[in-house]
């Protein structure tokens, strides 16, 4: 089945800086999301990743805070531009669908996740 | 818009035990998913539920969905301590989820 890596794992990073996060598909799949998760609280769906075409942003997420890229299908990034404190949470990737997922169309997986901390 | 509640929020239980948790939303859906997280980790897919009346089981845990209802519960028959962790239901098509608050799970020995 499809395994999904993100890179960095996490990163402690001052405030007013950007990070760039990774995550790349080890197949091609259908659909890539970026999700944050707050300490101790459920997902958020931040935008769906369209390949080569802008992300769809849900409402509170914008693209000059949040610009995301997918070149091709199976490598997605997210950057979280001039940071503050506010932005530490978790930022998960997941996909859906492609050939070799173990979840074909049903379901989305799931990164293991960024852990970001703003100082 | 659509929310997805979760209850209880925390669950503490001894080992042996049964318990429920549910997961009701608020507008029509007829897919519902079932995730677990551990501490410091991923999301692992438990369950999908496609339509109504629909029940899957997977060793202890069995989950269930009523559309008409808007529910879903995830079943725990003789809980171990290895189900610890948070589970989380999820509503909405496949290219939009909806994640419910999360239900923390912690079974004792």
């Known amino acids: 089945s499809a395994v999904i890596s993100q890179k960095p794992s996490r990163d402690i990073c001052q405030r007013g800086t950007s990070l760039t996060i990774q995550c790349q598909v080890d197949s091609q799949v259908t659909m890539m999301f970026w999700y944050r998760q707050q300490p101790g609280q459920s997902l958020t769906l931040i935008a769906t990743a369209n390949q080569g075409s802008e992300a769809t942003y849900e409402s509170g997420f914008v693209i000059d805070k949040f610009p995301i890229s997918r070149p091709n299908l199976t490598f997605s990034t997210l950057t979280v531009s001039n940071m503050s404190p506010e932005d530490s949470s978790i930022y998960l990737c997941?996909?859906?669908?492609?050939?070799?997922?173990?979840?074909?169309?049903?379901?989305?997986?799931f990164g293991p996740g960024t852990r970001l901390t703003v100082l | 818009e659509l929310k997805v509640e979760q209850n209880p929020l925390f669950l503490s239980m001894q080992e042996g035990k049964n318990y429920t948790i549910y997961c009701n939303y608020s507008t029509t859906s007829d897919r519902l998913y079932w995730y677990r997280q551990d501490p410091g980790k991923s999301l692992e897919s438990l369950f999908v539920l496609l339509s109504n009346g629909a029940v899957k089981q997977e060793g202890r845990l069995m989950a269930s969905l009523d559309t008409k209802a808007r529910l879903s519960t995830l079943h725990i028959t003789a809980a171990v301590h290895d189900l610890s962790a948070t589970y989380f239901c999820a509503v909405g098509t496949i290219y939009k989820y909806i994640f419910g608050t999360g239900t923390r799970l912690k079974v004792l020995a």
């Open positions: 997941s996909a859906v669908g492609g050939p070799n997922t173990k979840s074909s169309y049903n379901e989305q997986f």
